[in-house]
């Protein structure tokens, strides 16, 4: 099946800092990739929706400046959380819809998580 | 637009027991939809899904889930439960060749399985 992986699982960091969380399709193509953000107990939140060579499309509410996100190439995305605060710590993550969707018709293969503490 | 509502927060059966976790759809088109399971601190695992062919799905670990466009509903049901079942379930929607739309998730319905 489809694999999604994502770095770091889980870090921590000092309030001020930025921290860069990578998302992989390791064997497929992905022309979509999606971030979201889960809160202890609740359903996941969509961020954001990144193609591969453009600008990614945010949600309301969410700040582009906070939340950058490059799709730049048909494997990789990246959120970078910039000047993270407490407020920000969450559970990210990020999913992938495969560019040849014959066989799996908009279904989304999600990666593991990265586990943000902000300090 | 569509949506989805997971009736139940919180189920809580005995090992051995009927798994039955509620999904009812809101949709103008015939839609695609998902079951997906996230045990604590993980992503989220593909369970089954309906594409407008068989009603009835079968999908990983027992479980199963039927369509039934009359009663735009998606039951997730697994004939016994076993202590591995313990997780969050996720029933998703979207619409058929959706492109980059993102699948919309239910609430979500936490799974307890008693000794």
């Known amino acids: 099946g489809a694999v999604v992986s994502q770095h770091p699982s889980r870090v921590i960091c000092k309030s001020g800092t930025s921290v860069k969380i990578e998302c992989r399709s390791l064997d497929f193509q992905a022309t979509t990739m999606f971030w979201y953000r889960q809160f202890p107990k609740q359903s996941l939140m969509l961020m954001a929706t990144s193609n591969e060579g453009s600008k990614a499309t945010y949600e309301q509410g969410v700040e582009k400046d906070k939340f950058l996100i490059n799709h730049a190439s048909l494997t990789l995305s990246t959120l970078t959380v910039t000047s993270a605060h407490p407020e920000d710590s969450s559970f990210y993550i990020c999913s992938a819809r495969d560019k040849k969707a014959g066989t799996s018709p908009n279904e989304q293969f999600f990666g593991p998580g990265t586990r943000l503490t902000v300090l | 637009a569509q949506s989805v509502t997971q009736l139940g927060s919180h189920v809580s059966v005995s090992e051995g027991a009927l798994v039955l976790l509620r999904c009812n759809y809101s949709?103008?088109?015939?839609?695609?939809l998902f079951w997906y399971v996230q045990y604590p601190n993980q992503g989220l695992q593909l369970l089954l899904k309906?594409?407008?062919?068989?009603?009835l799905v079968k999908g990983i670990n027992g479980f199963e889930a039927e369509f039934k466009k009359s009663e735009t509903s998606f039951h997730l049901t697994k004939p016994s439960a076993h202590m591995s079942d313990a997780a969050e379930y996720f029933c998703?929607?979207?619409?058929?060749?959706?492109?980059?739309?993102?699948?919309?998730f239910g609430k979500g319905t936490r799974l307890s399985v008693i000794a």
């Open positions: 949709s103008s088109v015939p839609p695609y």
């Open positions: 309906y594409t407008s062919a068989a009603t």
């Open positions: 998703a929607v979207s619409p058929p060749n959706s492109g980059n739309t993102p699948l919309v």
